[in-house]
Each structure stands twice: as C-alpha cells, then as structure tokens.
C-alpha cells in the first residue's frame, strides 16, 4: 500500500470506528485517548504529505493505524467497514529518491526506538488475569512487527520496514494507554 492509500485506509478506518465502552466510564475515556491519538497522527500525516514529506506521512498513518488497531483487537473499539483493508498489502515504493536520505535515517531511529520501547515495559496486569494474556499479545504483535521491519531492511526495502516499526509502536503504545503495561526505563518514549 502506498503512502496516499495508507492514509485513506486511516482516514476511512477513523470514520468507521465506533465504541463499544458506555459513556463516561473508564474504558470509554481510554477509548478516546485512542481515537485521539489516531485522529491526531491523521492530520499530522496529511500536513506532512501537504508539505512534500511522504516519509514523515508514511509513519504517522501507520502509527496512527496501531492505535485503532490495538483498540479493536481491545475490543474498545468496532471498525464498522466491510473490507478496510490491510496497510501492508501490496506494492509501497512510493518514496521519491530525494527522500531516500530521510528515509534511511527515520528508519534505523524508529527501529531502535520500538527495540528500545518493547524492552522497556512489562505486563502490569497480574499473570492470573486475562488482561495478562492481553498484554503479553499486544508485546508479541510489536515484536512480529520488529522482526518484519528489520527483514525488510536486510531486503532493502526501507519503506515497508519503516510501516513496519511505525505500526508495531502504535500498539504497543496504545497497551500502555490501556494499562497494560508497566514501564521501568525510557518513559519519555512512551505517549501517555
């Protein structure tokens, strides 16, 4: 997918998406902090297209298509859109040659920053609970996307591994705004 379809599949998944939480409760208040932030890396993301940065637009949307992802598989939220599409299917080389430099730069930052985040918390729901479980695949989903994103830049393919480490850190910093985790080093990573 490229960059001007992952922000139509944001855009498209933000309008789509509903709670399922009652107002005013906690989970309702935690569903807004997701939507949010998702909303706000929505925009960001078009700023930086609208100023010639598709590498800064390229990050922001898949970020910000964690969090709703995250609040879903949560069950906070229900993206109510038949096929909304998966944001790493198809072809992404979309990134000018200009950009080339930025892009290499971002993406060895951001995978430092997810490799740095991830060992950074732990669960904080006790094992004995599901939300447990829970957080444990919030960490494995960040940790797949870890993974994938540092294949793809052993492939050479910096646009898909910088998707890759942009959406594993949108959920598992969506976790940590639902409580899941405790963090116990580089708290100013985290968007809390």
Not at 42 to 65: C, I, K, Q, W
Not at 107 to 113: I, S
């Given at each position: 997918?490229?960059?001007r ?6 855009a498209t ?36 297209m ?10 922001a949307f ?25 944001p ?12 080339y ?11 430092h ?5 991830i ?14 479980a829970?957080a444990?695949?919030v960490?494995f ?20 591994a ?14 940590v ?10 708290r ?5």
């Amino acid at each position: 997918m490229n960059v001007r379809e992952c922000q139509a599949l944001l855009a498209t998944t933000l309008t789509g998406t509903t709670c399922t939480a009652p107002e005013r409760t906690p989970a309702w208040r935690t569903k807004q902090s997701i939507l949010r932030m998702a909303s706000a890396y929505e925009s960001d993301g078009r700023t930086f297209m609208s100023g010639g940065d598709p590498v800064n637009a390229l990050a922001a949307f898949l970020y910000g298509l964690g969090w709703l992802h995250c609040g879903a598989s949560a069950g906070l939220l229900v993206i109510k859109i038949e096929n909304h599409g998966c944001p790493f299917a198809g072809s992404s080389a979309d990134i000018p040659a200009s950009q080339y430099a930025k892009l290499d730069e971002k993406t060895n930052r951001y995978a430092h920053l997810l490799t740095t985040a991830i060992a950074s918390v732990s669960p904080a729901p006790d094992p004995g609970i599901p939300l447990h479980a829970f957080a444990l695949q919030v960490r494995f989903i960040a940790e797949v996307y870890l993974h994938q994103g540092n294949k793809k830049v052993s492939d050479g393919n910096l646009e898909e591994a910088l998707a890759c480490f942009s959406y594993g850190h949108g959920w598992l910093d969506a976790g940590v705004e639902m409580g899941l985790f405790s963090i116990h080093a580089y708290r100013e990573i985290f968007t809390l």
